[in-house]
């Protein structure tokens, strides 16, 4: 996790009632790049990055290209870099709900 930037937020998420996953697997901290003012708070058109948590070895998730899964758009993992050659594919954009 890069030492120069405070989470903006952490957050935990776990689905109601569900039991596949591992409790730990939906603990996340948010990493605004763009804040303006630097408050801390993450607002719409902001870009992120988020840092996995899980077990203290997670990741940043990035795109691989595009997936072969049958429904699927991208190709979704986690890297211990927060910017995997520089290919800039561990930024998040967060965008306004569509009517």
């Given amino acids: ?3 120069s930037r405070a989470p903006a937020a952490s957050t935990t998420s776990p689905p ?12 996340w901290q948010i990493f605004d ?7 801390g708070l993450v607002r719409f058109n902001d870009t992120v990055q988020l840092w996995n948590t899980y077990h203290n070895r997670g990741g940043f998730p990035d ?8 429904g699927a758009r991208y190709d979704v993992d986690t890297s211990a870099y927060s910017n995997r050659a520089n290919a800039n594919v561990a930024f998040w ?3 306004r709900p569509q009517p």
């Fill in 16 to 27: 109601p009632g569900a039991r596949t996953r591992d409790e730990n697997s939906s603990r």
């Fill in 33 to 39: 790049t763009t804040s303006a003012p630097l408050d």
């Fill in 93 to 95: 954009k967060v965008l």
């Fill in 63 to 70: 795109t691989n290209d595009v997936s072969t899964a049958t």
């Fill in 1 to 3: 996790m890069p030492a």
